[in-house]
Antibody, heavy 116, light 107 residues
Framework: QVQLVQSGAEVKKPGASVKVSCKASGYTFTDYYIHWVRQAPGHGLEWMGWINPNSGGTTYAQKFQGRVTMTRDTSISTAYMDLSSLRSDDTAVYYC?????????WGQGTLVTVSS | SYELTQPSSVSVSPGQTARITCSGDVLAKTYARWFQQKPGQAPVLVIYKDSERPSGIPERFSGSSSGTTVTLTISGAQVEDEADYYCYSAADNNLGVFGGGTKLTVL
């Protein structure tokens, strides 16, 4: 079965960077885009971008361009989301997501807390 | 930019029909998905391709589309359906967008 397992919670200081991982299993990793979505406390879902694991090509939401980098390591079926210049309003749960044959699968979420 | 607009809240009594709308120009050209999210949990897909229901999702969940509006209908809403619901779509170049979310109260 399709499964996405994310790395653990992080606490970062303002101005730092964070890298969240998402390990995929149960399907061919290079066949389907991985999306990243975040949710600030008490707020809605926010789409950040995607990576094509086959080519490494990416598309980012305009809001995050210049601060986000999505990469992957096909040898271990893992995608990464790196967010830099962190601010307090980047405090959120970050999810990876994949759509396999029309069905959605989500990671368990990674809480990133930005605090001085 | 692409936007999807949902009502912030909908309230029904158990057994009644709940309808949640989602509007946006992009919906005239692409399919929508609906997600259910309960507190502390990851979102769960309840409708895709405007009206298709994944296996395991109760039949009381249905979706429809008309022009630039899609609607999630829960026929005979139950207390366990109380959750936040989000619509989602992707533009031509696969730029994703979520609606702002609708809090469904069933009481």
């Amino acid at each position: 079965q399709v499964q996405l397992v994310q790395s653990g919670a992080e606490v970062k200081k303002p101005g730092a960077s964070v890298k969240v991982s998402c390990k995929a299993s149960g399907y061919t990793f290079t066949d389907y885009y991985i999306h990243w979505v975040r949710q600030a406390p008490g707020h809605g879902l926010e789409w950040m971008g995607w990576i094509n694991p086959n080519s490494g090509g990416t598309t980012y939401a305009q809001k995050f361009q210049g601060r986000v980098t999505m990469t992957r390591d096909t040898s271990i079926s893992t995608a990464y989301m790196d967010l830099s210049s962190l601010r307090s309003d980047d405090t959120a749960v970050y999810y990876c997501r994949v759509v396999v044959i029309e069905l959605d699968y989500w990671g368990q979420g990674t809480l990133v807390t930005v605090s001085s | 930019s692409y936007e999807l607009t949902q009502p912030s809240s909908v309230s029904v009594s158990p057994g009644q029909t709940a309808r949640i709308t989602c509007s946006g120009d992009v919906l005239a050209k692409t399919y929508a998905r609906w997600f259910q999210q309960k507190p502390g949990q990851a979102p769960v897909l309840v409708i895709y391709k405007d009206s298709e229901r994944p296996s395991g999702i109760p039949e009381r969940f249905s979706g429809s589309s008309s022009g630039t509006t899609v609607t999630l209908t829960i026929s005979g809403a139950q207390v366990e359906d109380e959750a936040d619901y989000y619509c989602y779509s992707a533009a031509d170049n696969n730029l994703g967008v979520f609606g702002g979310g609708t809090k469904l109260t069933v009481l």
